[in-house]
């Protein structure tokens, strides 16, 4: 196991006062909130921010801390010294801003005591529920899918410290699935304390963006390559959509971007989403001289100027 | 429960959390779901029996607790952070939906 530096986080010196670790981390808080930053990595960055604060907001975890970890460093291989935590009471609860099945091995190891009221003799309660986010491609709520997720678990061993174990869960995601939508997984959050039953887990879900297909709620938009000819003279198309090849009717005088919509073909569910197909024109290239031709010939014959037909002479 | 097993979940939409299942996905005690219900900071679905509680309004939850406890937040406040949270994130769909690139 890893030694964190928990000052090193969140940029303090060892000698911090309260307000001055507080007043750190709303600043990184406000940096890594994964609802703000762009950084790819802001969820991990605010987690450890997160953890790092709930071992230096609370004196207890504090002092222990300053004890046991007094000469190592960031990154240096860490076991801390049997029965180190004697004469400190503290109990597994998060920080502010973060649950305590979010944090790391490190911190468990550490703080996972189950001192204080979670350690108290026939005291009962309901386990913590978790939440994480999967990531999922547009197929799998179209036809539903079975995938993978790595969890981290804290266990109680029977001298009632946490440990964190990693378990893989295979979770079956339902057909119909939007994005956004949550799947909550009774009992496998964790463990409840006294004989009380294990918290939830709560999986956010998240679609990867498509390279062909857009999604709006249950709504999926394509867009569709179209010649001139087939805009300007209608007519039968075949197109390949998510959910299988099918035949569409273009309306004669269409102009690029005019979307058709084709009812209950999104994605599946009470009441299904729809697909919108996005004409897009795709002009072939004057690269030979019949095609220079037939362009010279439309110019000529056809008299178009769409500026004019835009209102302008642009 | 083995490694190798299947869970399967219930979406939210279909089995909508009570008031005590939020506060709890939201550890929060079920006090601070009825004195923001009542405030209108949180959102439900209404039925005829009580208030359920939906992935979005969950989410909204999490958020508005998360930027309460970080930032020792006045509750309006964080619901006004939530508020634009959820308005930027409306703004990025309608741009990914027109094909633009929003970040």
């Given at each position: 196991m890893e030694f964190r530096d928990y000052y090193q986080v969140l940029g303090v010196?060892?000698?911090?006062?309260a307000d001055e670790i507080k007043r750190a981390y709303r600043k990184l808080a406000r940096k890594y909130h994964p609802d703000v930053s762009k950084a790819p990595d802001a969820e991990q960055r605010m987690q450890a921010v997160n953890e790092a604060y709930a071992a230096l907001s609370d004196p207890e975890k504090r002092a222990a801390y300053d004890q046991v970890g007094r000469g190592f460093h960031a990154g240096q291989e860490f076991r801390p010294p049997p029965d180190w935590d004697a004469g400190f009471e503290f109990s597994f609860g998060g920080g502010p801003g973060g649950q305590?099945?979010?944090?790391?091995d490190f911190f468990s190891t550490l703080f996972g005591g189950m001192g204080g009221a979670g350690g108290q003799r026939g005291f009962r309660t309901h386990g913590e529920d978790h939440h994480a986010k999967i990531m999922i491609d547009l197929e799998d709520a179209l036809h539903g899918a079975t995938r993978a997720i790595a969890l981290r678990v804290p266990t109680v061993d029977p001298r009632g410290h946490v440990a964190v174990r990693e378990r893989t869960l295979h979770v079956k995601i339902p057909r119909g699935v939007a994005d956004g939508q949550q799947i909550r997984l009774a009992g496998q959050g964790s463990p409840g304390l006294g004989g009380g039953p294990p918290g939830d887990l709560y999986l956010e879900v998240r679609f990867h963006p498509h390279p062909r297909f857009r999604v709006d709620g249950r709504d999926i938009l394509q867009s569709v390559p179209v010649a001139p000819w087939e805009l300007a003279l209608g007519g039968a198309i075949e197109v390949a959509t998510p959910g299988g090849t099918v035949q569409v009717k273009i309306p004669p005088g269409s102009q690029t971007g005019r979307k058709l919509r084709l009812k209950g073909r999104g994605i599946p569910g009470t009441t299904p989403g729809d697909l919108y197909l996005e004409l897009q024109v795709v002009l072939p290239p004057a690269d030979s001289d019949k095609a220079r031709e037939l362009y010279e010939s439309m110019a000529r014959e056809l008299a178009f100027d769409p500026r004019r037909a835009a209102g302008g002479r642009g | 429960m083995t490694d190798n097993d299947i869970v399967t979940g219930l979406v939210l939409e279909d089995a909508a959390l009570t008031i005590d299942e939020l506060a709890r996905a939201c550890g929060a005690d079920p006090g601070w779901v009825v004195a923001h219900l009542e405030a209108g900071i949180l959102t439900c679905v209404v039925t005829e029996a009580a208030p359920r509680f939906t992935s979005r309004d969950l989410q909204r939850a999490r958020r508005v607790r998360s930027l309460e406890r970080t930032f020792e937040a006045d509750p309006e406040l964080a619901a006004m952070v939530a508020d634009l949270i959820d308005e930027v994130e409306r703004l990025r769909t309608r741009l990914r939906r027109a094909g633009l690139a929003c970040d």
């Open positions: 010196e060892r000698s911090a006062s305590a099945g979010d944090f790391s | -």
